[in-house]
């Protein structure tokens, strides 16, 4: 028998209605009432909440369901926008499937089926749906239902989790429009799984297919493999293509040259990752001399990336991510033990799981080794919010250590102007006292994995995220008919 437990929880939801302007100010509300039947108008947007505000149920047993409903009327005989979203909502429910949201709606209000709700820790602001036209004069009704699952099963670890917060309703200035990461899904309506990497992947996504894995904090991330014909973009007036939707859903994207058809898109032909490589340390991005996650000096790849940022995106910084991470991932496999230098042998992870075990990875497990320009998700360690691709992510894309791969599109456009280019992903220390970073194939050995001492001269591919704000203005992501990007100044001031 399963054990059935009460959990004390206190859930509190409140309807709030309001309009952004383009300077983020609020415009005046005004509440009538305080029970059933309180409004809340402001400009042309009446909300109508039938119930209580309140929700407190102090003993939430498996298979609690409660009701809520309420309305949005528009006053005037415009079509205006509005959205449904949560604030400041905590849920620290472990069980985290077993606490759902439904909503159900009339009269070309959107709906939503049953949903886990979000976790989170602290108070945080959530999306529940996106976007809502109403037309001149319409009422909309919805119909919130809230549930506790019962499961045949233990479900004790939820008691005294706490579940509050309120929804609230945000008026729009214009109709909604998809972000980036809505329109890849969206195109790619196809969404796989892999569990094999042994093998070159070759397959045409056929214009509409996306793979996902979990990648950090436990999130899925959305990735490009094989043959790809819909992830070109152009940006800054530089082509990119796709790599994958980040954890925090900003688009990563590697420089694809200076036309959608460039073989050689690279910033330098023949750099050096670090000008030395008689210590350990120099596999770091950022490094410090005998320290194995050391960021006191940038390296020498670095300062070539960074200074292509200044000359080519700067202008266009308030469109790329600040919080995706580009991982440097210098922790060592098991079994090693990291020395700075000598003539002891050791294995980067890296080199364990991709060359080995062919299993790739999105975790990035050291948190100094997520570079990032903002101190929320990583190190802060980079001036510019700019990196390169890693080992992981070559193999997700469809690469395998030893093996050329002339089909995936991550050697599309790399198959002249530099032998090999460098990832950001280090591979092991030599017993000689040298040491190695992964390399990708270029005109020698297209599409392959190696790895290269780090002070051989290799080409270099910058990589970028672009904010999970941003929205396109236009294309289909295709060779003739990239995605190009919308450049508004609402994303340009938010944060990610």
């Given at each position: 028998m399963k054990n059935r437990v009460k959990i004390i929880v206190t859930i509190t939801t409140l309807l709030v209605i309001m309009i952004i302007s383009g300077t983020y100010a609020w415009f005046s509300t005004r509440i009538e009432g305080n029970g059933p039947q309180v409004v809340v108008t402001t400009g042309e947007l009446k909300l109508i909440y039938t119930d209580t505000l309140t929700i407190n149920e102090p003993n939430i047993e498996p298979g609690w369901k409660l009701t809520k409903t309420f309305t949005v009327e528009n006053t005037s005989n415009k079509e205006l926008y509005y959205k449904i979203v949560w604030k400041d909502l905590v849920n620290t429910f472990v069980?985290?499937?077993?606490?759902?949201?439904?909503?159900?709606?009339?009269?070309?209000?959107?709906?939503?089926?049953?949903?886990?709700?979000?976790?989170?820790?602290?108070?945080?602001?959530?999306?529940?749906?996106?976007?809502?036209?109403?037309?001149?004069?319409?009422?909309?009704?919805?119909?919130?239902?809230?549930?506790?699952?019962?499961?045949?099963?233990?479900?004790?670890?939820?008691?005294?989790?706490?579940?509050?917060?309120?929804?609230?309703?945000?008026?729009?200035?214009?109709?909604?429009?998809?972000?980036?990461?809505?329109?890849?899904?969206?195109?790619?309506?196809?969404?796989?799984?892999?569990?094999?990497?042994?093998?070159?992947?070759?397959?045409?996504?056929?214009?509409?297919?996306?793979y996902k894995a979990t990648g950090q904090d436990n999130k899925t991330t959305y990735y490009f493999a094989g043959q790809v014909t819909n992830n070109y973009v152009k940006f800054a007036n530089k082509y990119w293509r796709i790599v994958r939707i980040n954890e925090d859903n900003s688009v990563r994207l590697i420089y694809a040259g200076t036309s959608a058809t460039d073989t050689a898109a690279f910033i330098s032909t023949s750099q050096a990752y670090n000008s030395s490589y008689n210590n350990s340390a120099y596999v770091g991005y950022m490094y410090t001399a005998s320290q194995q996650y050391g960021t006191g000096t940038n390296s020498s790849i670095k300062t070539v990336v960074d200074n292509w940022y200044t000359s080519n995106l700067n202008n266009y910084s308030g469109y790329i991510s600040k919080t995706a991470i580009y991982c440097n991932d210098r922790t060592v496999a098991s079994g090693s033990t990291w020395i700075a230098t000598g003539n002891t042998s050791f294995n980067y992870a890296a080199r364990s799981r991709i060359q080995t075990s062919k299993i790739p990875t999105f975790v990035c497990s050291n948190a100094n080794d997520r570079f990032t320009a903002s101190t929320s998700t990583g190190n802060a360690k980079l001036t510019y919010p700019i990196g390169m691709i890693t080992a992981d992510e070559v193999v997700y894309a469809g690469g395998v250590y030893g093996t050329n791969n002339t089909s995936y599109y991550i050697a599309q456009n790399a198959s002249s102007g530099a032998s090999y280019w460098w990832t950001m992903t280090p591979n092991y220390w030599n017993s000689d006292g040298r040491v190695g970073t992964f390399i990708a194939g270029g005109s020698t050995n297209n599409g392959t994995l190696n790895f290269s001492y780090v002070s051989t001269g290799r080409g270099v591919r910058p990589v970028i995220s672009l904010k999970s704000c941003v929205i396109l203005s236009g294309g289909r992501g295709t060779v003739s008919d990239p995605y190009t990007v919308e450049l508004s100044d609402l994303c340009a001031i938010a944060e990610n």
């Open positions: 069980n985290t499937k077993d606490l759902t949201i439904t909503i159900t709606s009339t009269n070309g209000g959107e709906n939503l089926g049953k949903t886990a709700i979000q976790s989170s820790s602290t108070p945080g602001n959530y999306e529940i749906i996106k976007g809502v036209t109403i037309a001149g004069k319409a009422i909309q009704e919805y119909t919130v239902t809230f549930e506790y699952a019962y499961r045949e099963e233990d479900q004790s670890a939820d008691m005294g989790k706490t579940f509050s917060g309120s929804i609230e309703i945000q008026g729009l200035e214009s109709e909604y429009k998809p972000t980036f990461a809505e329109t890849i899904l969206a195109d790619n309506p196809n969404v796989r799984t892999r569990s094999s990497f042994s093998s070159i992947f070759t397959t045409s996504n056929n214009g509409n297919t996306i």
